[in-house]
């Protein structure tokens, strides 16, 4: 096992009816700017929740933040928070607005210009405290310290992590969830997947409860895949869903061992080129890293196909190749459509991202042989 | 899924040579209490790798805090600390050591008598801080909020909880371990089987990352077992069991699910008259707190039967025989005798332990049903 250092402050606050804890989580004498997305939470009953739960406190709404969050956006967030004395974010909505807020959280007292630190989260010195109101399992945002930033005008996407930017609290209930369109369900379900993967798809005997955690976490998303596609209500499935994702993500599973982050990286490149959603974009690079990458991570491909799969084949070849088809046709059962064709993506999306990481020099996966040209034969299999 | 709320604030550091970290993580300008227990940190180097990490700290180090601590001895280290205005205990050692830290830093600032909070620990208004660093995997104190501490005077064993008392950071060294005589290691593995069953084995259909989770670290226990039981010296195998044994009871095991208990309550009560080990006595109480209440417990264990055991018989009855045969058969491949007359135990402990739950009105378990009768039950299957 390797050294590591692991600590979450977050409270996870997680129920039926817990938005009503709101009003004893933030201090009164707070200035709290609440940040939405588009405004799907004033038709389920969450934005009321919300205001009711802090009546009593100051606030000022800050409306908009998109799916993959652009600087440009929360930039406008930022000039608006500072013009008010904002001491205190509460996100309400899905991974996107939460990113979003930690970025407005750090820029609004950064001195210089914040894509900086997005390029380089070194350079974070402090951040306004913030905190969430999940409405979307998918991203972990809710229960960590990282943030996808997107740059619209260069169609750029980045990540950037910091300890300063962790949630003070982040509320789960289960029941803000009903409304979600499949949809959206599906890129959670999807992410939530890969996030595990990520952590999980290196090397055979890093950790034996690591493998254990992430092998049950796999284990209970294949299982609730199917009736979540069913029935978006049942509050116990809703609930397993969002600790899934809450703990695919939250450090939990990531202690000690490598982690490969290739096909994120690969996705976050797609999404920024051709706006497939992210959940989306990973189902399609996913089965085709594991064939490309087959050699190096055998022993965790056998590993992934005797505990998450089931599958029995004495020959090794074989049971890779299995667990690679159920992992694809896991993705097809949720209706997402696992190649680059299906999506209308062409030759030229390819080469774009097999350019720019030749020219950022990215060498990407957990053992940093994931070369550009690696990439290429990955996105040749996706076609 | 049951409302929880969770948050851990201690920052785990975790690994080979991690000992060093410690001049990093406490401020210079603390006054540090040490406190140890018997003195086998001398022989195995900890104590030396923690006084030259701490070479430009202020110190002093109270010794002899003994295993199951008491609270005739931690108040003289109550006394010392205040006399030198301590304000930061660092615990090196194991479970009772830190458990007893944990005590003294509650005390400390406590104006009335400190047995007053060990008994109603809502009384705890502030605790001086403190942190770990742990020399033998059982309790999951290092990354808890939680104390067991005894009354010599009168017999007595009870745990508190609370939020202030969670070490600032705990570190880990598996290397530290080495030494650990055979007799702790058992203890070791006993106590965490046991925390990971009172949290698990209680009713199906609760929470399915919580069930894979626990039952992940009940695998990774029964993988592990008979390795350390031959050699401790292996270094990933050591690093699993200490990393097992923090996941165990630092609540990552225990959100929005019933949780039992009534195994630990029974056996700090043996513990209390006999002075048998704590994890010796666990070992004892679980195979007949199983049999006495499999009925209420049924669908929990045929899930333990199947998942953990791999028992594949379709009788229900046979499958929770050969369940709780299982359990008690691990127990004893770690040397442990799991009936009290091994012990030298007898009916006089029985009565004296069911006199004082009926005068203490005490009923446990995870529905409040395990009552003095059952204990009485649970007990003479002890036998």
């Not at 000039?79 to 004395?85: D, F, T």
């Not at 007292?109 to 350079?123: A, E, G, H, T």
């Amino acid at each position: 096992m390797r050294n590591f250092s692991f600590k979450n402050p977050t409270k996870l606050i997680f129920g039926k009816g817990s938005i009503a804890q709101l009003s004893k989580e933030i201090s009164k004498d707070t200035r709290i700017m609440i940040t939405f997305g588009g405004g799907s939470v004033k038709l389920n009953g969450v934005y009321n929740q919300v205001i009711n739960a802090l009546s009593k406190h100051t606030l000022i709404e800050f409306w908009g933040i998109e799916p993959n969050p652009t600087y440009e956006t929360l930039m406008k967030a930022v000039a608006i928070a500072r013009s008010h004395s904002i001491d205190f974010l509460l996100a309400v909505g899905g991974g996107s607005v939460i990113d979003g807020t930690k970025f407005i959280a750090a820029a609004i007292p950064y001195s210089n210009d914040p894509w900086d630190f997005v390029l380089d989260d070194s350079k974070i010195e402090k951040t306004i405290p913030l905190a969430a109101v999940l409405t979307l399992p998918a991203t972990g945002s809710e229960m960590n310290g990282g943030a996808v930033i997107s740059k619209e005008s260069t169609k750029e996407k980045y990540a950037f992590h910091h300890p300063t930017v962790y949630p003070k609290f982040s509320i789960l209930d289960p029941e803000t969830c009903y409304s979600l369109p499949d949809y959206q369900i599906i890129a959670g379900i999807s992410d939530t997947f890969v996030h595990i993967i990520e952590q999980y798809l290196t090397e055979a005997g890093q950790s034996m409860v690591m493998d254990r955690f992430a092998e049950g976490l796999l284990l209970t998303l294949i299982e609730l895949a199917p009736r979540l596609m069913k029935n978006h209500q049942g509050y116990d499935d809703m609930a397993n869903f969002m600790l899934t994702a809450t703990m695919g993500l939250n450090g939990f599973i990531g202690m000690g061992v490598k982690q490969d982050w290739a096909t994120h990286m690969i996705g976050h490149e797609i999404t920024a080129l051709s706006r497939l959603t992210h959940g989306y974009s990973l189902a399609i690079v996913l089965p085709a890293l594991m064939q490309v990458m087959r050699k190096e991570k055998k022993s965790k491909l056998l590993q992934y196909a005797e505990r998450v799969w089931n599958i029995t084949d004495t020959n090794p070849d074989t049971k890779i190749n299995t667990a690679i088809t159920k992992t694809n046709e896991f993705f097809r059962s949720l209706g997402i459509k696992t190649t680059l064709s299906e999506n209308h993506i062409g030759d030229e999306v390819i080469h774009e991202i097999v350019k720019r990481f030749k020219q950022r020099k990215t060498i990407l996966g957990e053992n940093k042989s994931v070369t550009p040209e690696k990439v290429l034969d990955i996105l040749n299999l996706c076609k």
